[in-house]
């Protein structure tokens, strides 16, 4: 087994990421910053929130506020066509037009195509940031 400070990947995916423009043109050249990073502007890690047992976390943002995000879950929340709401389990993920792997690794994001015990559903929030799974039938 790799140690952590060896693995490459390990360095790539715990980079800071900034909403400020990269300091490096398309052609290679340099933008020359007019300031420095601001604490406000990284961005969090990726929650990819997969199929599974019920898992969340908090974190803290902005003005001491908190968000809650969801690691994994099983059940959604469905809406049908006269606006009632079920809460039903998730079975599989069955399309996603963002990444075809989200597909294969049961990831849920907004829009993601879910098999339901009522049918087909899309995923209609951000699960990753929001703590709960909300959907409408298809």
Known sequence: MTPRFLNKLYFLDNMA?????????????RYHAN??????????QSTFTKLGKRNTRKV??????????????????????KGKITKVKIK??????????????NILTKGAIIETELG?????????QEGCINAVLI
């Open 92 to 105: 599989t993920v069955v399309e996603n037009t963002a990444n075809i792997q989200l597909v294969r690794r």
């Open 60 to 81: 803290r943002v902005l003005g001491g506020h908190q968000k809650t995000g969801l690691f994994s879950a099983e059940d959604v929340n469905v809406s049908d066509k």
């Open 35 to 44: 300031r420095d990073k601001r604490k406000f502007a990284l961005a969090n």
């Open 120 to 128: 087909k559903a899309r995923i209609t929030n951000r699960p990753g």
């Open 17 to 29: 990421k900034s909403s400020f423009r990269s300091l490096r043109k398309a052609s290679g050249g």
